[in-house]
């Protein structure tokens, strides 16, 4: 540049370098609690109008048709459009909020997000959740105040930071056409997938099902759930995790492709099983199986298997972003969707199937008695039965340190 | 598309001046997206920018998963070289039969010209439906999963490669055709009349005068594919990852300390990505058509 006009060329870097500068300068959030609420009736006032975004899973399709036609519906009698954002993972609408946060924005667009475990411990981490909103709802006096899953969200409490939505249980499925003698203890599924080489595998954590199925295979290779302490500590993970590594190292050569690859996630393990590559898949949502039976996804034979040591039990909740410019709409939508009538649709097998987290024998006569009139789902047993010897999840923090130990230990093997 | 010099224009420099400003919108909304979002990137990877706490300055970020990092490198690196030495080859042949201006030509270009208004992600799953172990292709062919090679997940990432090579192909060939469409069809025609034969005219004439709009296309691949997520992600398998893939599995880690080492990794690939094209640059300047 021989004919150079330094201005012009100072002035040009000034102008490129002003937006980086203006990103580096709005570091860690800033954002404080937008209007805190005393009483119900301002926040139904000043719900009217507003539009909240919803971010869940995407990939059930029967949860995405309850939230868009019937629980939609219901919240606009109180004037609050509720719209549904879909999510391959939780973890993107928090990005999302984290993002927003580190921009500085304090008119967040996700107003609601489908969240628990260590997604619900991270959030409280960075300061992501409203807190302390869940009391002013009134559905809340339908739930037991004293419901341990209702009180702590693996091992990370509540504390009003989210509103109950229904509760899963960690569910195996087997194909019964082709599985003779189904085991009945989680020790025994690996050995039978041990016996049976090619026809088992499970989805690579850090997907959300995988990582539940290692943490199973946890509790059964440290004789029992009751052996493995619920809070995380170093010394806990370095004591019985090699045990569980050399277990499902040893298990690879039987998986699916030799565990020589994994399916990414549930709906991959799912579509193998669907064409009969595999014999077992496994679901935190067992509540979906009625319909994959039904429209013949799924084999005829798709029957859930019961365990003797018990699968783990969870509820899962509505998280209110801190940073939502919809907040008291949001509430609505939480306590609307926690209300008898939401929660007795959304347990129906043909709407969602979905749990329920109410306090059943607390309910009046006329509640409870919506609730035992419900079909009962040919595939999928009742949740008491579901439910039996379940186990509380571990805390939030074993999540990652045991995923990552997957990671190093079986996967790069 | 031509690569004959220029000469340079003649002008007051009032009337370049307005030239500037004539681009400046262009320059300036470019320089917001990629200085602004290189520079966060920047800030993130070096521990500049932190979710919570406050910022720890240094290079943790980029050392900290040094076997993941250069194993990723390798996958991705050994995926867009692949993948774009099969599409540079395939697109070029597809572009001389176009120009042949016969019938098979025409189709081969329309079928160019559909492949190119394909998203990836739809090229993605439609070839993860086509050749996966219980795919369309095996129910054809009558052969159980267990015998169908595995191009979806396997360990030489075949359905990836093809999805890239599929796809740039089209790509390559409609940039190449542009080429043999100007002038180069005179000197081809003024060759085959001087009495050159069709490999000598390949070799001697169309190679050398096309060479320029192959690299680039080529290298538009190359880069295209070394960051591109979604391809890698759908048909790949869960280990080793590739560099993509590994940066948004750091970036939605659940424990916020892994998102500077996501920004690394994505730094990373930026730095691969520039010096391809600085290398491309290079080479340009070495064939006889750009000089």
Redesign the interface.
């Known amino acids: 540049m021989t004919s150079a006009h330094p201005r ?1 060329v100072r002035l040009a870097a000034a ?3 002003l ?2 500068l ?3 300068g709005c ?3 800033a954002a404080t609690a937008p209007g805190a609420y005393d009483e119900w009736d301002q926040v139904l006032a000043d719900a009217k109008g507003q539009t909240v975004q919803l971010w869940m899973y995407g990939g059930d399709d029967q949860g995405n048709a309850y939230v868009d036609d019937i629980l939609a519906p219901a919240v606009a009698e109180y004037g609050v459009t509720l719209e549904r954002v879909p999510v391959t ?1 939780t ?2 609408a928090l ?1 999302r909020v ?1 993002t927003e ?2 921009a500085g924005r304090s008119d967040g667009t996700v107003d609601l997000i489908w969240v628990n475990g ?2 619900f ?2 959030g409280r ?3 992501a959740w409203l807190c302390g909103w869940t009391d002013l709802l009134p559905s809340m006096a339908n739930t037991d105040p004293a419901d341990p899953l209702l009180e702590s969200d693996f091992g990370t409490p509540v504390d009003g930071c989210e509103a109950p939505w229904h509760k899963a249980q960690f569910t195996l499925v087997y194909n019964a056409d082709t599985v003779a003698e189904p085991p009945t203890t989680m020790a025994e599924v690996l050995d039978w997938a041990e016996a049976n080489p ?1 026809r088992f595998t499970y989805p ?1 954590p ?1 997907d959300f099902t995988g990582s539940v199925f290692v943490r199973e295979v946890l509790a059964s290779v440290s004789g029992g759930a009751d052996e493995v302490p619920a809070a995380f500590s170093q010394a806990a993970f370095d004591e019985l995790s090699p045990a569980l590594y050399d277990r499902l190292t040893g298990l690879a050569p039987s998986l699916w ?1 030799g565990g ?3 399916p ?1 996630n549930e709906a991959e393990l799912g ?2 099983f669907a ?3 595999v014999d077992m898949t496994m679901t935190y949502g067992p509540a979906t199986l009625t319909d994959l039976v039904a429209d013949g996804t799924y084999p005829a034979g798709t029957t859930v298997l019961p365990l003797e040591d018990g699968t783990v039990g969870n509820a899962s909740f509505l998280g209110l972003p801190v940073n939502s410019d919809a907040s008291a709409g949001a509430m609505v939508v939480a306590n609307v969707a926690l209300s008898v009538e939401q929660q007795v649709a959304k347990a129906k097998p043909d709407v969602w199937g979905q749990f329920t987290v109410l306090d059943i024998d607390g309910l009046d006569a006329a509640d409870r008695s919506l609730f035992d009139a419900l079909p009962q789902s040919p595939v999928v047993p009742p949740f008491d039965v579901l439910s039996r010897n379940a186990h509380g999840e571990l805390s939030a923090e074993w ?2 340190a045991l995923d990552e130990g997957w ?1 190093t230990n079986v ?2 093997r | 598309m031509s690569f004959a010099p220029v000469p340079r224009r003649a002008g007051t420099g009032a009337a370049r001046r307005r030239g ?1 400003l004539m681009v400046l919108p262009a320059v ?1 909304v470019t ?2 997206v990629v ?2 979002g290189l ?2 990137t920047l ?1 993130q990877a070096f521990g ?6 406050p ?1 720890r300055p240094g290079i943790g970020a980029f050392t900290a998963h040094p ?1 993941d990092l250069a194993s990723a490198v390798g996958v991705s690196l050994g995926i867009a070289a692949t993948s774009t030495a099969i599409a540079v080859t395939v697109g070029t042949a597809a572009a001389i039969v176009i120009v042949s201006g016969r019938l098979g030509g025409r189709i081969v270009a329309g079928l160019g010209a559909v492949t190119v208004t394909i998203p990836h992600l739809i090229g993605a799953a439609t070839i993860g439906l086509l050749l996966a ?2 795919g369309v292709l095996p129910r054809l062919l009558g052969i159980p ?2 015998s169908w090679p ?1 191009f979806v ?3 030489w990432w075949a359905a990836v490669i093809a999805e890239f090579a599929w796809k740039e192909s089209a790509f390559v060939a409609l940039v190449v055709t542009g080429t043999l469409a100007t002038r180069v069809s005179a000197f081809d025609e003024t060759a085959a009349l001087l009495g050159a034969g069709r490999w000598k005219r390949f070799r001697h004439v169309l190679l050398p005068l096309t060479l320029p709009s192959i690299i680039i296309a080529g290298a538009i691949g190359f880069v295209y594919a070394l960051g591109s997520y979604e391809v890698a ?1 759908l048909l790949g ?4 990852e590739p560099l993509p893939v590994l940066a948004v ?1 750091l ?6 300390d892994s998102r500077p080492e996501a920004a690394a990794v994505a730094i990373v690939t930026s730095v691969i990505a520039l010096a391809t094209v600085a290398l491309t640059f290079a080479a340009l300047r070495r064939t006889a058509a750009w000089r």
């Open positions: 012009s102008a490129s370098a937006p980086l203006a990103l580096v570091a860690a959030p993972d973890r993107d990005n984290f946060l580190q260590d997604n411990r991270t981490e960075a300061d090619g690579a850090p492709r020589d690859t994994y990414a579509q193998l064409d009969g590559q999540v990652p990671r996967l790069s | 500037a300036t320089a917001i200085l602004g520079g966060a800030a500049l920018l932190p979710i919570i706490g910022a076997d172990d219980a999963p267990e595995a997940g396997g360990p992600w398998r869960t280990y080793p599995r970036f939605q880690g659940v424990s916020l």
